[in-house]
């Protein structure tokens, strides 16, 4: 093999090389600007973005509807008030007539004789962390849009 062949081989390796990183970095600083978005975002909801997403996934989203699914999966819509105290400020605060709560325990199914103050705070905050996230729709597809 020539000198010549020889550096051209190497040229293209490095090359190769050198845009693999580039990439990498490019990738890495994406991430970064996703968790960095999520967690402003996270300070609109009930739950953290973040802790609901890994490193591997993080990669993958790129749109609204691709987050909203992840979150979905994980069930970070799924609020849970827990002690009777604070399950009746939550429907006093966000239901005092317990319409919009006794109504969506209906919708999933539930029977009057299952229902107690902590379910029914429970599917209206859950409910509400799902508006709430379907409110920032817009500002989370022009995040993706840049």
């Known amino acids: 093999m ?13 090359n190769s090389d050198y845009q693999g990183i580039l990439n990498d970095e490019n990738e890495i600083l994406t991430d ?3 968790q960095r978005f999520f967690d402003q975002l996270s300070e609109q909801l009930q739950f ?3 802790d609901h997403i890994n490193e591997d996934t993080l990669k993958e989203i790129n749109s609204f509807d691709e987050l909203l ?3 979905q999966e994980t069930t970070a819509f799924d609020i849970e008030i827990i002690y009777y105290f604070n399950a009746i400020e939550y429907l006093k605060e966000n239901d005092q007539s317990l319409c919009e709560s006794l109504e969506l325990a209906a919708e999933y199914g539930y029977e009057t004789k299952d229902l107690n103050s902590e379910l029914l705070a429970s599917i209206l905050a ?3 962390a ?4 379907y409110d920032l729709e817009s500002e989370i597809n022009e995040f993706f849009n840049q």
């Open 32 to 34: 970064i600007q996703k």
């Open 69 to 71: 699914g992840e979150l």
């Open 2 to 14: 020539t000198n010549l062949k020889k550096e051209k081989i190497l040229t293209e390796i490095f």
């Open 48 to 50: 953290s973005i973040n």
């Open 126 to 128: 859950s409910e509400n």
């Open 130 to 133: 799902r508006n709430e996230f």
